[in-house]
């Protein structure tokens, strides 16, 4: 469940009550008048299903409340209720598959920022992978997958073209080739200064790697990779499977072949640095593509049963009359 706090404003007290009376997936509805000061007006609590809670959140914005109120949201961890439970069995479909929109999108938004933590992470993250490059090491590049950042924007860019959002499409596209190039930069020059420091070679880069090789050799799995990877992440990130995202992190090799670009370029072996730049680039759309679908049918779901819902509330009322 999530728990709702809502600031409204004397004149749309009413009506906001009202809303939030009347949708079977909320219980434990509280009004307390007069009691917020900043901004001034009337303090709303209650608790909803996380089924409904995107149409509860779309009825509020639609009144308009957050424009002279507002509205926050948390997650309920535990809830000992009798009225609880009948809202969840009211409300068709499952929590566990709900989708929260407006969650989304605020937690992908904060990944487009493209901060100093960002780069760091990127960064550090290619490093490792180059090293792992170098020594054929699977762990290190496994790491490197962990460690890197980069699901944030992409997570972003899939809901903002969803939810047409070009100023966050811009940021997540900022943030992705920003990120990459500072990244394959860094590990340029961290490769030439350990080879300086006579710690790595040339002849490292061409030797059989048979462990990461295929990094740099992309082929029709990459896409199918890429696809699943992309599903599975959207999928954690709209439920709230965090343990599944680690999977996806360590599924797609989007830094480490970044990192093989870096790398093969810093020695100039281009052919190597080509291959690993188009299996960069597979990567990527397909986890664009496929997160795009897999919002897309999440939306479309949601909005049948939302539409089931209505009919079935509609049906209540003419059979109450």
């Not at 762990?139 to 959002?165: K, N, S, T, W």
């Not at 965090?242 to 989007?254: D, E, P």
């Not at 080509?274 to 680039?281: F, N, Y």
Request: charged letters at 15%; one cysteine or more; hydrophobic letters at 55%.
């Amino acid at each position: 469940m999530l728990h709702l706090r809502v600031i409204a404003p004397p004149d749309q007290t009413a009506a906001v009550a009202d809303l939030l009376g009347a949708d079977p997936g909320v219980t434990h509805l509280a009004v307390l008048p007069g009691v917020a000061r900043q901004p001034r007006g009337d303090l709303i609590l209650c608790d909803v299903v996380r089924e409904r809670a995107d149409n509860v959140l779309r009825g509020l914005q639609e009144i308009g409340v957050e424009a002279r109120g507002a509205i926050a949201a948390d997650d309920v961890e535990l809830t000992l209720s009798t009225a609880a439970e009948h809202a969840a069995e009211e409300a068709p479909g499952s929590g566990a598959d709900a989708v929260v929109w407006d969650e989304v999108a605020a937690k992908t938004g904060e990944q487009t920022e493209l901060s100093a933590t960002y780069l760091v992470l990127i960064v550090v993250a290619t490093m490792i992978a180059g090293i792992g490059v170098l020594l054929d090491q699977p762990i290190l590049i496994v790491g490197a997958m962990v460690v890197g950042p980069e699901f944030g924007p992409l997570a972003a860019l899939c809901v903002a073209l969803l939810r047409r959002r070009p100023a966050t499409v811009v940021r997540s596209v900022q943030a992705l080739v920003v990120g990459f190039l500072a990244a394959m930069f860094a590990t340029v020059l961290s490769t030439w200064a350990l080879t300086a420091a006579g710690l790595v070679h040339r002849g490292m880069l061409l030797a059989e790697r048979p462990l990461t090789d295929f990094i740099w050799r992309p082929d029709a799995l990459s896409w199918v990779v890429g696809l699943l990877a992309g599903v599975a992440g959207m999928l954690s990130l709209t439920s709230k499977k965090s343990g599944a995202l680690v999977g996806v992190l360590i599924s797609v090799t989007t830094v480490p072949a970044a990192a093989n670009v870096a790398v093969a370029a810093a020695y100039g072996v281009w052919h190597e640095a080509g291959g690993s730049a188009i299996q960069l680039v597979i990567n990527l759309c397909a986890i664009v593509l496929a997160g795009l679908v897999t919002l897309a049918v999440q939306q479309l779901w949601w909005w049948h049963v939302a539409r089931r819902v209505r009919r079935r509330a509609a049906r209540t009322g003419v059979a109450g009359r």
